[in-house]
């Protein structure tokens, strides 16, 4: 919001009967939406139902159409179809990740779980199966877009927190192994700054989906599940011997113990 503070009155036989202050006025921008979808009228209808909700849309046919926008960095989050001409959503959905790290609701008429699992785990923020309503698309940009601007868990007085070759700099949300940077999602890095904060505590998987993903991903744990193995894949040398996250059977998991 800009504040100008400068004020308008309008007077009538010497009474004011109304006045308007321009630091009241919400000169914010709206949130960016970049859509790519192939089939023209969902593009359409949903480009058109979303700028009614107050989102600004940009719609692209193609992935190559939309990589000089993408580029741009402007995007807020990214709606991306799974079947796309010339490139997989997948592969276009891990390069977006990891090359900007903007937020990706993957679309799809693939409705199988795998599928879903297969999505979340390159790094999608969320999964809708086709055919799906406005108002459900419309709630989960929203709830995706507060979840990548909450506030990361405090993690004490000091930005950084240094644990044996894993380093997290919390003023400027980047992770770094060996001091090489670790692209993480939104839902990743908060994931390991909240298990990070407190090494050895025993997070359950409820307690991490509310501190990572929000109250309304509740029942969400395999989702969860799909977000620690691709958050391990990035900062675990040994698959098979975990250093970082460790799971406690029949509660959740754990960062490291005692002696991190």
């Known amino acids: 919001m800009i504040e100008c503070g400068i004020n308008f009155y309008i007077w009538l036989d010497g009474y004011k009967v109304f006045s308007l202050s321009l630091s009241e006025v919400d000169y914010s921008l709206p949130d960016s939406i970049i859509w790519v979808e192939d089939e023209f009228k969902i593009l359409e209808e949903g480009k058109a139902m979303l700028e009614k909700e107050g989102f600004a849309v940009r719609g692209f046919q193609s992935f190559e159409e939309a990589k000089d926008s993408l580029a741009e960095g402007s995007a807020d989050i990214v709606i991306l179809d ?47 199966p086709k055919p799906f309503g406005m108002r459900e698309l419309t709630a989960r940009i929203r709830t995706v877009l507060r979840r990548s601007r909450k506030a990361p868990v405090e993690a004490g007085p000091s930005p950084v927190l240094s644990l044996r070759e894993l380093t997290i700099d919390t003023e400027k949300h980047e992770v770094r192994l060996r001091g090489e940077l670790v692209p993480l999602t939104a839902t ?7 298990m990070a904060s407190c090494p050895g505590r025993v997070f359950t998987r409820s307690q ?53």
């Open 82 to 128: 799974w079947m796309l001409p010339g490139i997989s959503g997948l592969d276009a959905c891990k390069w977006i990740v990891n090359t900007f790290g903007t937020p990706v609701i993957m679309v799809t008429a693939r409705s199988d779980e795998f599928d879903k699992v297969l999505a979340l785990e390159i790094g999608a923020d969320d999964y809708m």
């Open 188 to 194: 990743e890095y908060k994931l390991l700054l909240a």
């Open 208 to 260: 991490l989906v509310e501190s990572s993903m929000g109250e309304a991903y509740f029942g969400y744990e395999r989702t969860l599940d799909s977000h620690i193995r691709n958050l391990r894949k990035k900062i675990e040398a040994d698959p098979n011997n975990h250093e970082y996250i460790l799971t406690v059977y029949a509660v959740g998991y754990k960062f490291g113990g005692s002696g991190l």
